[in-house]
């Protein structure tokens, strides 16, 4: 079951992503305008998810209550970074530091629990990390890209933190209350520190994007705690490398965008690293 989540993960982040990225072009939404749309409908599925499956509250104890805090604070400064740097960026540009987001947290994980680690999973993150560096530092980038770039990493480092929290905080809460408290208490953060001041430019366009691009976030913001609570955290981040092929499709096809040789021969390395790595 925890291969399924993970599989409806990857794909919920890919289309949520090519959502987003059609309305920044189409519509030329704003950052602020996109976050505060994104949480406030991915606040609405989740809640009504709660509601109709009838889950039952939590017991919030102080350690509970400081790894969601922890959650809710990384989660909210790597989606503002994540969603600038998206504004910048193609989709195929940023997908080598994607790439890198998962074997960041698997190590980050391979380091928090030692009763997950195997020897050939550490060195398919080690063998992920060089073929992310060879197939994407060769790119020449405009000033524009490279501060899209810089603001992409920040994300990813927040990011990659994450997965172990989930771990810690799945003792204490489950999977949907996790991704329903974050999604609530991201909302009132952006509210405070990032308010879209116009809300009259609010075209029903974006609204239309936005909805859409949250209804894939929320199943896949849920989907990937189940994911960890099934599979553990290293395993979880390993077949996580699967997904830049998917991406690229979407980059290529959808978005029109151009897709070097170099990415593409990576993603299918990282592929090969990571199924050679399981099956063993």
């Known amino acids: 079951m925890g291969f399924f989540f993970l599989l409806i993960a990857v794909l919920s982040e890919s289309s949520g992503k090519t959502l987003d990225k059609i309305n920044f072009r189409r519509n030329k939404i704003t950052y602020r305008q996109s976050l505060l749309l994104a949480f406030f409908f991915m606040s609405l599925f989740l809640a009504g998810f709660v509601l109709i499956a009838r889950q039952p509250l939590p017991h919030f104890t102080l350690q509970a209550v400081g790894l969601l805090a922890l959650v809710v604070l990384l989660s909210f400064g790597g989606n503002v970074f994540d969603e600038i740097s998206l504004k910048t ?6 997908e080598p530091l994607v790439d890198f987001e998962p074997i960041l947290a698997g190590l980050i994980g391979y380091a928090l629990f030692p009763s997950e680690r195997k020897p050939i999973f550490l060195l398919a993150f080690l063998l992920g990390a060089f073929i992310v560096y060879w197939g ?3 790119r020449k980038l405009r000033r524009l890209q490279k501060k899209g ?10 990011y990659a933190f994450l997965p172990s929290i989930y771990k810690y905080a799945l003792v204490y809460v489950s999977p949907t209350y996790i991704a ?18 116009r809300v009259t430019k609010l075209s029903p366009a974006k609204i239309r994007y936005s909805f859409s691009s949250s209804a894939f976030y929320a199943l896949g913001a849920v989907v990937s705690i189940y994911a960890i609570q099934s599979l553990g955290v290293i395993l979880t981040t390993l077949l996580l490398m699967l997904g830049p092929a998917l991406r690229y499709l979407s980059s290529y096809f ?25 099956i063993k």
Do not use: W, Y
């Open 149 to 158: 770039m810089s603001q992409l990493l920040l994300a990813t480092a927040f």
């Open 89 to 94: 960026n193609d989709l195929s540009l940023r």
């Open 136 to 138: 994407s530092h060769r």
């Open 254 to 278: 959808i978005l029109k965008e151009k897709v070097r040789a170099g990415e593409v021969m990576s993603s299918a390395l990282l592929t090969v690293v990571v199924l050679v790595s399981v």
């Open 180 to 197: 329903l408290i974050r999604c609530v208490f991201i909302l009132v953060l952006l509210t405070i520190f990032l308010p879209v001041r």
